[in-house]
């Protein structure tokens, strides 16, 4: 790989291009975004100079665009969220559950993101409460992280929620003087929840939902799809949705809290392609490293086109404010500190002291502030400002407003 191939590379090169091309079909997010990645640390948005202490060094460092599409500005973000999620883990054994919409589903998301994309979280989230309540399964309240995805490998459209769950929670039958769980309740060892009876709740609860934002006429239809607004045929898809296999997946337990810890990192502020996988920008192609699950997980190299390429990118777009990381259950924001303080207790563990610093092992190893050459210590000598909003094209506009 070429050093320091970045999809930034892409979007100047066919940035252009590709806006030409598309020019009446591409929405205000796409343009943001394609432009906050193509500015990203580049004098274009400012930035400083600075100076190492020891040996002179001097190093020019622009900004970031900060916007959560971008591959270069996860970094930070990540850090700080896995610092805030440290002290609240409990030592019990923790399960990645996957809840994947089918093809005719993940359709109608496309065309309705921000309403089929909160569906999909509050489906996954309450099949998980349902079937954890069931006194036969668990009978316990439990806590979830869900991260929403919308890529595949190959950069397909392919809307998946992955869930994060410790394995038990407190007690749905507490005691006549208590307003929290008696005990807690542990998952048999190894095993979580039933996965066929997730699939099916999970079913029917999205197609539940579904229905009821169709008859309120939230979504809307265009393309292959525009026969959907007629009632009939919309019907026809959720009796379709009906009988095919919804895929829940659920992995075996971590090792412990600090693999979880890991294993979140990896997750949450994932964007749809790493730089890392890019593996060469021509005049016309654009090829990138995947693995083909389908055989293995076999590693392999695939080359579009390079409108091809940014197409698929684009796809995984999200919405103005959509929030693609959510809590529920115990770890829901409302009383996170309150429930956690009850799972401890009924776990019998103490309040972990808070931690000066981030645990770096498990968060990052990204350092700014030393010196590349001698590993002294880097001052910032001259602000660099940003010059004057950059117009040399309309759909260039302020997409550091990004509000992810």
């Known amino acids: 790989m070429p050093p320091g191939l970045e999809l930034a590379d892409v979007f100047r090169r066919h940035g252009d291009a590709y806006r030409r091309a598309h020019d009446g079909h591409l929405g205000r997010v796409e343009r ?118 919308t890529w595949g490998q190959s950069l397909h459209h392919h809307p998946h929620v992955h869930c994060v769950v410790p394995g038990g929670g407190p007690s749905l039958k507490p005691a006549p003087a208590q307003a929290g769980g008696t005990r807690w309740v542990a998952c048999r060892p190894g095993f979580f929840l039933p996965v066929r009876v997730l699939s099916r709740v999970f079913r029917r609860l999205f197609l539940t939902e579904l229905q009821a934002a169709f008859e309120a006429g939230e979504l809307g239809f265009f393309g292959n799809l525009a026969g959907l607004v007629e009632p009939a045929a919309f019907t026809r898809r959720l009796r379709e949705l009906r009988r095919v296999e919804w895929v829940v997946y659920a992995k075996p337990p971590f090792g412990g809290p600090a693999q979880v810890l890991a294993y979140l990192g990896r997750y949450t502020h994932r964007v749809a392609i790493a730089n890392s996988r890019l593996v060469s920008v021509t005049d016309h192609q654009v090829a990138f490293r995947w693995r083909d699950y389908r055989h293995h997980g076999k590693a392999k190299v695939m080359t579009l086109a390079a409108d091809e390429f940014i197409r698929r990118f684009l796809l995984h777009t999200l919405p103005d404010g959509f929030h693609r990381i959510r809590h529920y259950g115990f770890l829901a924001n409302g009383h996170r500190a309150e429930k956690l303080a009850l799972c401890r207790r009924l776990l019998a563990v103490p309040v972990p002291e808070p931690e000066a610093e981030p645990n770096q092992d498990a968060v990052t190893s990204h350092c700014h502030d030393r010196c590349p050459c001698c590993g002294g210590t880097m001052v910032i000598r001259t602000i660099l400002p940003r010059p004057q909003p950059w117009r040399s094209s309309p759909w260039r506009s302020s997409f550091w407003n990004d509000t992810s």
């Not at 394609?34 to 948005?45: F, N, P, Q, Y």
């Not at 900004?63 to 883990?89: F, I, T, Y």
């Not at 054994?93 to 496309?110: D, G, K, N, Q, R």
């Open 32 to 149: 943001r975004v394609m432009s906050a990645v193509e500015l990203c640390r580049t004098a274009a948005l400012g930035g400083h100079v600075e100076q190492c202490r020891d040996c002179g060094t001097v190093r020019h460092a622009y900004n970031s665009c900060r916007n959560r599409h971008c591959p270069k500005c996860q970094g930070q973000a990540r850090a700080e969220w896995l610092a805030a999620r440290q002290a609240e883990l409990l030592p019990v054994p923790y399960f990645h559950v996957v809840f994947t919409l089918p093809a005719p589903a993940a359709e109608i998301a496309f065309q309705n993101k921000a309403v089929v994309y909160a569906i999909l979280f509050r489906a996954a989230a309450e099949t998980l409460r349902v079937v954890a309540a069931d006194p036969h399964h668990l009978g316990a309240e439990l806590g979830v992280v869900a991260v929403l995805h």
